[in-house]
């Protein structure tokens, strides 16, 4: 009996349908808990091609929702246990584990040779970099984020509205799952729908996951959705590059004391606290880049200068740098 028998059975899917999951290929950008469901169901299902990328590698404490990895594989890079893991499952499909960091850098070659972009990492700046980069070249996102109890998936770009329409405003919260927490069945429950939303788009299911927002509540086991097509594109945004993006024209400011970080994201970086950025005098002929460790304090104190600033701003988070 072939391998896809069960799926191939679906009106939806057939010999066409399975024809197209063969020859598609994914970006995953992180091998984590949204990973963790994501990759072994696109595995199972038969995509022809898929990119594992994670920079991380594996820690006993995110074993409860990293589930994809066991005890043994802690010390070793995630996004090669990941694609071994997803060979074994599938080996008559291509899979390749890079271990690197998206970045501002490389994020454009990585998602031009994808046919759709999933977007498991636990990172602001990742989450938004995919997303411009997306929206410029037309590709797909399907993007999800867990915290705590509850999390999300959307479609974005390819079409129709990117993260920024949805999310214009620095998030409310710099909380992370390290620091937050996060239950593991809230992580598995958001990371299927994003396998489900990707294999839906692929198989070119009415109506399409573009344009679509899912959230889930794990204490109250309830989810909502709602769609989001009309959504403006915020009229200017501020970019996230890397640290090798700047120059000696750019204005550095490192937001970090030397307590956090004894060396700055940059050699010409000059620290100054975000409380005191008041101070500094607009220069027409610089554009000013804020560093910080994931991005968040370098975006809010952006959103407080600009008026004060002429000049472009952008944003460097030394965890994708």
Request: proline content about 6%; overall charge negative; aromatic content about 4%.
């Amino acid at each position: 009996m072939s391998r896809y028998a069960r799926q191939t059975l679906l009106p939806e899917v057939g010999a066409k349908g399975q024809a197209r999951l063969s020859s598609a290929r994914v970006l995953v950008v992180g091998a984590g808990g949204l990973a963790a469901p994501v990759l072994p169901l696109l595995a199972g299902a038969g995509i022809g091609q898929i990119t594992i990328l994670d920079g991380d590698q594996v820690e006993l404490s995110n074993l409860h929702r990293q589930t994809l990895f066991t005890e043994t594989d802690c010390g070793h890079p995630k996004a090669e246990r990941a694609a071994a893991r997803c060979t074994a499952i599938n080996r008559d499909i291509d899979v390749s584990g890079r271990k690197q960091a998206l970045t501002s850098e490389n994020a454009g070659n990585l998602v031009a040779q994808a046919d759709v972009i999933l977007d498991c990492a636990d990172s602001y700046a990742a989450s938004y970099i995919l997303s411009d980069t997306c929206l410029a070249q037309g590709k797909p996102l399907i993007s999800a984020s867990v915290l705590g109890l509850s999390g999300y998936v959307g479609g974005f770009c390819g079409g129709a509205p990117s993260l920024r329409a949805l999310f214009p405003d620095a998030p409310d919260s710099g909380a992370s799952c390290a620091t937050a927490g996060v239950l593991g069945p809230v992580v598995g429950t958001i990371g299927a729908m994003q396998a489900q939303m990707a294999l839906n788009l692929i198989l070119g299911l009415t109506p399409s996951v573009l344009g679509q927002m899912v959230q889930y509540d794990g204490r109250t086991l309830r989810s909502t959705a709602f769609r989001f097509d009309d959504a403006p594109e915020p009229n200017s945004c501020f970019r996230f590059l890397s640290a090798g993006q700047l120059t000696t024209d750019d204005h550095i400011i490192e937001l970090r004391s030397a307590e956090e970080s004894p060396r700055p994201v940059h050699p010409d970086a000059q620290r100054i606290s975000p409380d005191d950025l008041s101070d500094i005098d607009p220069n027409k002929g610089k554009r000013l880049a804020l560093c910080c460790a994931t991005g968040l304090r370098a975006w809010r104190a952006a959103e407080r200068i600009q008026p004060n600033w002429p000049g472009e701003i952008v944003l460097v988070a030394a965890s994708t740098s």
